[in-house]
């Protein structure tokens, strides 16, 4: 059996030997033994299973949730649990899939918003209460988007309430949706001033290219693209996974 040091391992997956101590101490790699003078000893495990780590979380700019799947998947495989790991590692490629279509599927609302299909008063009104939790939002964070001026609810001349119509639940449904993929909130108000003047520009171009004076430019204003990077990266795990899941059993048959 061969052996590396921490130095050789971490040149031979591309990486700082501080990123494989790293990993160690997230749990991502199985238990590392030392020799007689200290040093951390790793095998053609450790080496496959670093392997895996860098495809999982290769991407840095990603979504919460895949990303905790992605760690999910290296330390049930660091856990010696291959079989299962595979099984997540499914699960992963297919959220990452269905992220893909709701992004896919705003920008059709956005398009259908902007050539007002989408905006037919049907006069039934909600409270901010009933849309929070229609669209599953919490009524903070319905206010916070108001303050930032991505929304302008108008009021009941009445009472003074808030009347979210067929107009304003849409707008929040594409303020929603932008903002679970990440993107921030200049980007949406960015968007959000273009259609408001009634420009139909390329929307895919618009929310992913910031204005020259913005400052916040994060691989979240390419959601659509990074999604598409990691679908790959996901694509990425499952083989290895298979290959490690290989590994094992050609060891595990080899044996008296």
Not at 56 to 65: D, H, I, M, T
Not at 73 to 92: C, D, H, M, P, S
Not at 133 to 147: F, Q, T
Not at 187 to 206: A, T, V
Request: charged residues 30%; glycine residues 4%.
């Amino acid at each position: 059996m061969k052996y590396y040091k921490t130095s050789e391992i971490a040149k031979m997956v591309g990486v700082h030997p501080n990123t494989v101590r790293l990993y160690e101490e997230w749990g991502f790699l199985q238990v590392i033994p030392r020799n007689s003078s200290g040093y951390r000893v790793f095998t053609e495990e450790h080496l496959e299973q670093m392997k895996l780590a860098r495809m999982a979380l290769r991407c840095q700019f990603v979504e919460g949730n895949i990303r905790k799947m992605a760690a999910a998947i290296v330390r049930t495989a660091a856990q010696g649990n291959l079989k299962e790991a595979l099984e997540k590692a499914f699960n992963y490629l297919l959220h990452i899939k269905n992220e893909r279509v709701r992004a896919e599927e705003v920008l059709d609302l956005i398009d259908k918003w902007i050539n007002g299909e989408m905006d037919k008063d049907t006069g039934i009104y909600y409270k901010r209460m009933n849309v929070a939790k229609l669209l599953n939002v919490s009524i903070d964070v319905l206010r916070n988007w108001e303050r930032n001026g991505l929304i302008d609810t108008p009021r009941n001349d009445k009472n003074n309430y808030r009347m979210y119509g067929p107009y304003e639940i849409n707008r929040i449904k594409v303020i929603r949706t932008l903002r679970s993929a990440n993107y921030s909130i200049m980007s949406i108000h960015r968007m959000l001033r273009f259609i408001d003047k009634g420009q139909k520009d390329n929307i895919k171009e618009l929310i992913n290219t910031p204005l020259p004076h913005e400052d916040i430019i994060s691989a979240t204003d390419r959601w659509i693209s990074t999604l598409i990077e990691s679908e790959k990266d996901a694509r990425d795990v499952i083989n290895q996974l298979k290959k490690m899941n290989r590994i094992n059993y050609k060891d595990t048959s080899n044996k008296p």
